[in-house]
């Protein structure tokens, strides 16, 4: 079995080349990945088939991340875990993530390989 095992993560980023990065990345792990460009497709998608984890960029047109976020945290499944990618790398923004109900932050520009390794450890710690 691959590591993701197949467990759905709901990918919302507007730039195209983190989104397929990232993506790409997930899905070599074994994650079902589930890739949108905007903050409203990540909501929509939410509600029609929960995923195992979110991974949310904070800044995007319409809904942003935090937006979706207070969404999710408000809907009937606020244990799926929510990652926040953001260039905002001010104390301030990290700790409104996090004051709003984020799992985990990861400040742009970041490593793939340790985006992976926070991936599979919030899925690890609420199987």
């Known amino acids: 079995m ?61 809904l942003s991340g935090i937006d979706v976020l207070r969404k999710i945290r408000g809907s009937g499944a606020p244990e799926v875990p929510v990652l926040l990618l953001s260039s905002r790398s001010q104390d301030a923004d990290i700790d409104l993530g996090f004051a709003i109900g984020a799992t985990d932050y990861v400040i742009k520009p970041f490593s793939p390989r340790e985006l992976l390794h926070r991936v599979n450890g919030l899925l690890a710690r609420t199987r």
Request: aromatic share 6%; hydrophobic share 50%.
């Open 2 to 62: 691959t590591l993701g095992g197949g467990a759905r993560v709901l990918l919302a980023d507007d730039d195209e080349d983190i989104r397929d990065l990232v993506a790409f990345k997930l899905g070599q792990a074994g994650y079902a990945v589930q890739a949108v460009d905007d903050g409203m497709s990540a909501w929509e998608a939410f509600q029609a088939d929960l995923p195992r984890m979110v991974v949310l960029d904070v800044m995007m047109p319409g």
